[in-house]
């Protein structure tokens, strides 16, 4: 045990960000389980990180605009790409998108053969690190899950797949640069699963789950000194089985 | 209600006390080398952590809360520098938010700033591979690079724990009085291997191959961080039969694969040798680890 990292100006920016990641993560979840297409998160990062690679391979290297605009515009091309597939081969779209999850990491690192530099870059914007959010970096993304959240709302964005996927695209490309693909994975699927069926009291349960997860996992990472990503994603997988079994016992027993 | 105010200040006298008796100077590392020498100048006056460890690629490391803690209590930062940490320093420092060790102030020291470094890229290109603009960072490899390194540091802990000036000028001469005598020991030891011919895995170990005048044939990968193609592959087998080395030498965090590939088919040992202390169980400090290196590379060539 230790206590030094129970410091809530430690602590306090990564749970900010956690619950910033939940609020959009949450319902896009319950969309993907719909779909049943889990690992588009997977793709689109992968997506997103072909961009910047290509934005290093251009020479468009100053950290910032640049890059995050080829990061983003790649991912809306990805996200454009799946969506005609889904309508073409909707029963396939499953693999098609593990297939263009393994395409788009083999281009990048066959683009990155001759500049192994970017791959540098490539890593700190795909396994972005939750405990080094500060809170200057959660306010473009509280505007950009703003949005999300209201395009979402008010144009029924799951009643139009196009939409869904354009605005999955942007969601996980800044998602997956605060926290890292494997957060993003977590706090899409595992809420959404866990209280699957539940119809609308299901999102609150999934936020306060969400919410429990991060906290619980970086109270446990600050005590143990664990790596703080990998710690939340075991604390979200505990709480969403002991949820998924609360609820299937409460099921048998009232039916 | 008496005697529990007693208490009080019984307890609180103490912690005063102890608070008073071990005022250490925290110094935070981001290599377990610097660690070991701030061990060695400060002794019983700094407290050292390490931000990595000898088993690790100091590229990369895994954020935990302790590390944003630690940094946030230090009052010396000491670092290698010349980029190696860039990919996770800025941030721990910005997130540490401790005016004490940031970039420029008393409380931040970057080794490399006191050398002259091997490797100085005379162009920066990128399709060179992932080459340090400022030259070579893994200069703790050579042994005659310490006492700069130890004396830069002692000034600093001179400037920051004045109070304490003396001792830290005591623990210095006696460190380098020891450090020159295990040099003279490992030079003597280390003459069989000048001219050795080897082949590394990654460009670490020109602090190494420098100081020990060793004669570097090959390197696994065909430009630093890349791994290795096939035809880098051929023609370094072809090399290898028309110039044998005597030993293909990796380090504890890069896989066995690709030197046990090599050395399987030309026959040539493959060894791992610790490129910092704690590196494997012999290197525990600075003596040890050259101790190691230099006896480690006489086994191969008996």
Redesign the interface.
Same mark, same amino acid.
């Not at chain 1, 030094?4 to 410091?7: A, H």
């Not at chain 1, 690190?129 to 080094?132: C, F, K, P, T």
């Given at each position: 045990m230790?206590i =030094?990292? !129970?410091?809530s /100006? +430690? @602590?306090g920016p990564a749970f900010a960000a956690g619950l910033l990641v939940l609020s959009t993560h949450v319902p896009l979840g319950r969309q993907v389980l719909q779909r049943g297409i889990i690992f588009i998160d997977l793709a689109i990062a992968q997506f997103a990180g072909l961009g910047v690679i290509a934005a290093?391979v251009m020479h468009l290297d100053s950290p910032g605009f640049a890059v995050q605009l080829m990061a983003y515009g790649c991912a809306v091309l990805g996200a454009f790409l799946l969506y005609w597939c889904e309508r073409h081969w909707p029963d396939a779209q499953e693999a098609i998108i593990g297939t263009s999850f393994i395409v788009a990491a083999c281009s990048g690192i066959l683009l990155l %053969? /001759? %500049?192994?530099? $970017? &791959? =540098?870059h490539l890593? =700190?914007l795909l396994v972005g690190? +939750? @405990?080094?959010v &500060?809170y200057a970096q959660l306010v473009p993304v509280t505007v950009i899950y703003a949005l999300v959240l209201l395009l979402g709302k008010f144009l029924r964005s799951h009643e139009h797949p196009l939409l869904f996927y354009l605005l999955f695209a942007v969601t996980v490309t800044a998602s997956v640069q605060l926290v890292g693909v494997y957060l993003v994975f977590a706090s899409l699927i595992i809420p959404a699963l866990s209280v699957r069926n539940a119809g609308k009291r299901g999102v609150l349960l999934a936020y306060g789950l969400g919410a429990a997860g991060y906290g619980l996992g @970086?109270l446990g %990472? $600050?005590l143990f000194? !664990?790596? $703080? &990503? $990998?710690v939340i994603v075991l604390s979200l997988a505990c709480l969403g089985m002991l949820v998924a079994a609360i609820r299937k016992v409460a099921c048998q027993v009232a039916g | 209600m008496n005697g529990y105010r007693k208490w009080c200040l019984v307890v609180s006298l103490l912690m005063c006390a102890s608070q008073g008796a071990y005022a250490v100077v925290n110094v935070f590392t981001c290599e377990p080398e610097w660690a070991a020498l701030a061990k060695e100048v400060g002794g019983d006056l700094v407290k050292t952590a390490s931000a990595t460890t000898g088993l690790q690629d100091v590229h990369h490391i895994e954020a935990r809360p302790s590390l944003i803690a630690r940094v946030r209590q230090a009052d010396l930062l000491l670092c290698t520098g010349a980029g190696l940490e860039e990919g996770w320093l800025p941030v721990l420092q910005r997130r540490a938010n401790n005016p004490r060790i940031q970039a420029g102030a008393d409380g931040y020291m970057e080794a490399a700033d006191y050398l002259r470094l091997l490797d100085r890229p005379t162009r920066i290109d990128r399709s060179e591979g992932d080459v340090h603009a400022r030259g070579n960072p893994h200069i703790q490899l050579d042994p005659t690079n310490i006492p700069v390194i130890a004396q830069a540091l002692a000034k600093r802990l001179q400037v920051l724990d004045s109070g304490h000036a003396a001792r830290y000028q005591e623990n210095l001469s006696d460190f380098l009085s020891r450090w020159q005598t295990a040099l003279g020991r490992w030079e003597r030891q280390a003459r069989p291997l000048q001219g050795l011919p080897v082949v590394v895995h990654h460009n670490a170990w020109v602090y190494l191959i420098n100081w020990l005048e060793l004669d570097l044939v090959g390197t696994l990968e065909p430009k630093p961080g890349l791994p290795p193609t096939s035809t880098h592959l051929s023609q370094l087998l072809e090399q290898m039969e028309r110039q044998p080395a005597k030993v293909i030498i990796r380090s504890p965090y890069q896989g066995a694969r690709a030197s046990e590939w090599l050395s399987e088919r030309t026959g040539i040992p493959a060894i791992m040798l610790p490129t910092t202390v704690g590196g494997n169980e012999a290197a525990t400090d600075l003596f040890g680890l050259f101790d190691d290196l230099v006896l480690q590379l006489l086994s191969v060539t008996q």
């Open positions: 230790n =030094e990292g !129970l410091d /100006s +430690i @602590l290093h %053969s /001759s %500049s192994p530099q $970017a &791959g =540098e890593k =700190e690190q +939750i @405990l080094w &500060g @970086l %990472s $600050a000194d !664990l790596p $703080a &990503g $990998a | -």
